[in-house]
C-alpha cells in the first residue's frame, strides 16, 4: 500500500521541468493536514518511577509508562496529537519515525519546531493516509531521552483488524530488556500479525519458531510476494519495523528476539541460534526501478575522526570528514530523483534514517537487488558496506539524515536534506 502510494505520490509525471516551484511550505502542510481530527491523543512527557522485570527503574515516560501509550489510526483518520512537557527540563518533541509527514509535524528541535519545554505543549496534526508500522519518540537530547523511555509505538491500519494483530517494540531500560515476556494463546488457523519495532540503537535478531510465516512488510512498506520462511531469522536495525504474518497452528508459536521468547502462544522450549539470517534484499518478486536517470547524486562516507575544534580534541562518527553542524546539507529540488551512495569506511555499524522520505535500495556492495522493492526508512550500514539508495523529493522542507545510533548521532553524524 504504501508503495503505490509513493510511487504515484512522486509528482515526477507532473513535476514542472524548469522552475524550481517549490510550494510555499505552509501551502503544503495545509494540503496534507487539512480536516478535522478523527482521533485525538495527549502525550504527557515526565519522570517516573516505572518497573523493569521487576526492578524499580527512574526513567521519563510518556504518560508514566515505557513505552507510551500505543498510538492507532485507520487510514483516511486525521491524526492530532498533544505531547505536553511536565518535568523534563531537557525539553521532549515528537518525531514520527518513519511516517512521513509535513515537515512542519516532523518533531525535530531547532530544524521544524523549539523544544517543548517543562510546562509547554505542542499540538502535531497529519493524516494517517500511510498503513504500517511506525513508532514516535523524543527527538531532544534524543540519545538520553529515547534510553530513557520517552518512546511510543504507531501503528495506522488499512481496515479494521481481523484476527490477531499486535505490537512487539523491544528496547533495553538502564541494562534491562523490555517488553516483559508474553503468552496468549491462540487459536489454530486464526491470521497473526506481529509488529516488531526496533527501539534501540543496536540491531537485534528476531526468530519465529514454530509456524512458516511471510515477512510482510519492512519499515511500513508492504512486500510483494513473500515467500514462506521456517527456521530463518530476522535482523532489524535500530529504528526499523518488520512485519511478520503466519496462520497459528495448533502447536504453539513463540517469537526470540536475541535468543530470549517475548512473544508466544503456548509454552516454548525451541532454540533457534543457529538459523540463517534473511536478506531482505533478496526476497519476494522484483519489479523494475520506477527511474532511468537521477537529477542529484550525493556520496556520504561514514568514518571516525578526531574534532579538532573542542579544546580538548574528542572523536567526533563522521560524515565526508565533517561532524555536526559543519556537514554541508544535501540540496534538492521538488520532483528530483535522488540517488545516494554511503560507506561505512569505520570499525561499527551505523543504522541510517532519513527523515519524511523512504529510500528504495538499489544495490548493496555492488550486489543489486533482486527481491522484492525495499522501501526503507532505516537500514544498517555495516563496516565496509556500500549501499545504493534512491528517492522521490516529494517532501519539501529541511529534513534530518543522520545514524539511528543515537550516540553516534550526537558525537557528529547528523546532516540535512533541504529543498532549494
Ligand atoms: Cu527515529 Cu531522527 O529519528
Ligand atoms: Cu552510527
Redesign the pocket.
Known sequence: VAVTALLTGTGLAAAPSAAPAVPHDHEYRDARTAGEPTRRFTLTAGTATVSVSGRDVAAWAFDGQVPGPELTATVGDVLEVTLRNRDIARGVTL?W?GYDVPNSQDG?PGVTQAAVLPGQEFVYRFRADQAGTYWY?T?SA?DVGVRMGLYGVLVVRPAPVTGVDVTVPVHTLAGRPLPAPRTEPVEAGVPVRLRLINTDSTTHRYALAGAPFRVAAIDGSDLHGPTPLVNTAVLIPA?GRYDLVFTAPATPVALFVDGRAVYSTGPVSTETGGWPVLDPLTYGVASPVPWSRFDEEFTLVLDRGLDLRKLLPRYAHTVNGAADPDIPPQVVRLGDVVRFTIVNRSLVVHPW?L?GHHVLVLSRNGMRATGSPLWLDSFDVRPGDIWEVAFPADNPGMW?N?C?NLAH?DAGMTLHLMYS
Open positions: 518525531h519515525h525535530v519518540h527527538h534524543s529504528g534514517h527523515h534530518a543522520h539511528h548521532a
